[in-house]
């Protein structure tokens, strides 16, 4: 999911659901991860549901979880799921704002979307998407979000989001079930936005290109 880069030095932040004092602007986690390609609309990977995380704790899930972070920071996005650098496991990763101003940075495995408490709406906001490159539409979704899941060592986790972090939190779950927002869509809609993704492509690639490239000198905090 795409988004400008919140401001993380004037927000209140909260880390796997935890509220903290701070958090950098670029998490740790991207420091030690290398930027991966990005699966575009059509591979078979995006078009299927996920497979659930079998093994917590292991440095390979935490070597994803690192990849994806850095990959979302190299794309410009608020949030990445697994499928879209080829990985079909049920996790994702976010650094994502919701309509108060508070950041919430995390992970999430193994995702499961319950009804939010507390009265909901359907409200139409923007969305794109890293794998269809370029092109933002207006979508409906409902306006609070609660998500069940696992940290990467296994431990519970409960994300609740309103405003765009609800939508964040229903955005990448739809990914990790094999659904694209664009196939949310009719089918002249949909033909539209892939059209525009084709013909902005090129230039999108190109500045993620450049992006990506100005990690690597980037003064990374330690955890």
């Given amino acids: 999911m795409t988004s400008p880069r919140p401001t993380p030095t004037d927000r209140r932040?909260?880390?796997l659901g935890t509220p903290v004092d701070a958090c950098p602007a670029l998490v740790p986690e991207a420091g030690r991860g290398r930027v991966r390609r990005i699966t575009e609309a059509g591979e078979e990977v995006l078009h299927h549901p996920g497979r659930?995380?079998?093994e917590f704790g292991t440095p390979e899930l935490a070597r994803?979880?690192?990849d994806m972070f850095r990959t979302t920071y190299a794309a410009?996005?608020?949030g990445l799921a697994a499928h879209q650098i080829g990985v079909a496991l049920r996790v994702f990763v976010h650094d994502c704002p919701d309509d108060d101003g508070v950041?919430?940075?995390g992970h999430l495995a193994?995702?499961?979307l319950d009804e939010a408490p507390g009265p909901r709406r359907r409200t139409e906001a923007d969305e794109g998407r890293l794998s269809v490159p370029g092109p933002r539409r207006a979508l409906a979704r409902p306006d609070r979000a609660t998500a069940r899941g696992s940290d990467l060592h296994g431990n519970p986790l409960t994300p609740t989001g309103t405003g765009y972090f609800a939508r964040c939190l229903q955005h990448e779950t739809d990914h990790l079930d094999g659904l694209l927002y664009v196939d949310r869509f009719g089918k002249r809609e949909r033909r539209a936005v892939l059209a525009e993704s084709a013909e902005r492509r090129e230039s999108v690639l190109a500045a993620r290109a450049e992006r990506a490239a100005a990690l690597d000198s980037y003064a990374f905090?330690?955890?």
Avoid: I, Q, T, Y
């Fill in 103 to 105: 950041r919430h940075v």
């Fill in 13 to 15: 932040v909260r880390l």
């Fill in 221 to 223: 905090e330690a955890d």
């Fill in 52 to 54: 659930p995380v079998e």
């Fill in 110 to 112: 193994d995702p499961v």
């Fill in 64 to 66: 994803l979880v690192d």
């Fill in 76 to 78: 410009r996005g608020v």
